[in-house]
């Protein structure tokens, strides 16, 4: 076992934060509230320095937010997703302007502060996009399924003021930037082709546009959406802790058959 003063210790004791952090942010993408707060509490009784540090805020407005998807209402998600966009390109607009570098060295301080600022803007860039993408996509089934339950004269203006818009939008945004960034379906071609579901309603379970309509579409929204969320956290779309377990239970039989 390390000694405290040794230079293994302060790995070994960010390595159980990390894993305790892991733990405490699966139970709260689980669901399980009570659950993560009395993990946590547990976890700093025992040692105030391994805190999980976890905030559960962003994962009940998440499971709010589902909650109300799987009833079929998408306004908490559109919001969401509204915000999201809003907010990415705050930091789009905050960015200070690009750094000056006259120097050919790639290891200058100046061509450093150039790549970083390269970086920061891709990333708000890319987050901007994201979001973008998942309201128009969220706005789309809600198109969809007005034109069903009101008709075409509601569908028609749900459409003229939040998915017209969005496509304008993003257009305008595709002219100014590189192909770094991707509309993610937001554009034109498929603004068209919801207006051809016009055509079909009240059969549009038997039209060219089926696949729009599927029965899995809230269910795929939901996933997207929580993928979504988990993105703007800064987590991948599968748990930590699923994937240490994983790759624990793959190595265990090698790692038998070594001893």
């Given at each position: 076992m390390a000694a405290h003063g040794s230079p293994v210790a302060p790995a070994l004791s960010?390595?159980?934060?990390?894993?305790r952090r892991a733990v405490a942010q699966h139970f709260l993408r689980e669901g399980a509230f009570e659950l993560a707060a009395s993990f946590s509490d547990e976890a700093a009784r025992r040692d105030?320095?391994?805190?999980?540090?976890?905030?559960?805020?962003?994962f009940r407005e998440m499971f709010a937010v589902l909650e109300a998807m799987r009833k079929e209402d998408l306004s908490p998600a559109i919001a969401w997703a509204r915000g999201h966009r809003a907010e990415a390109e705050a930091k789009m607009g905050a960015l200070p302007a690009s750094p000056m570098d006259t120097s050919d060295d790639p290891d200058s301080q100046a061509a450093a502060a150039r790549r970083a600022y390269s970086e920061m803007g891709l990333a708000a860039e890319q987050a901007?996009?994201?979001?973008?993408?998942?309201?128009?996509?969220?706005?789309a089934v809600e198109f969809l399924t007005r034109l069903e339950k009101q008709g075409k004269a509601a569908a028609l203006d749900y459409a003229k003021h939040n998915l017209s818009p969005l496509v304008v939008m993003?257009?305008?945004k595709v002219v100014h930037r590189t192909d770094r960034v991707r509309s993610g379906g937001c554009d034109m071609a498929v603004l068209q082709r919801l207006m051809g579901c016009l055509m079909f309603q009240g059969r549009l379970d038997t039209s060219p546009y089926a696949a729009l309509v599927s029965p899995t579409r809230f269910h795929d929204l939901r996933r997207e959406f929580a993928r979504e969320c988990c993105r703007s956290l800064g987590m991948s779309e599968q748990s930590a802790l699923e994937v240490l377990v994983s790759a624990g239970a793959l190595a265990l039989p090698t790692l038998i058959k070594a001893a």
């Open positions: 960010l390595n159980r934060r990390l894993l105030p320095r391994l805190d999980a540090d976890v905030d559960p805020e962003p901007a996009a994201a979001a973008t993408a998942l309201e128009f996509r969220l706005h993003a257009s305008e």
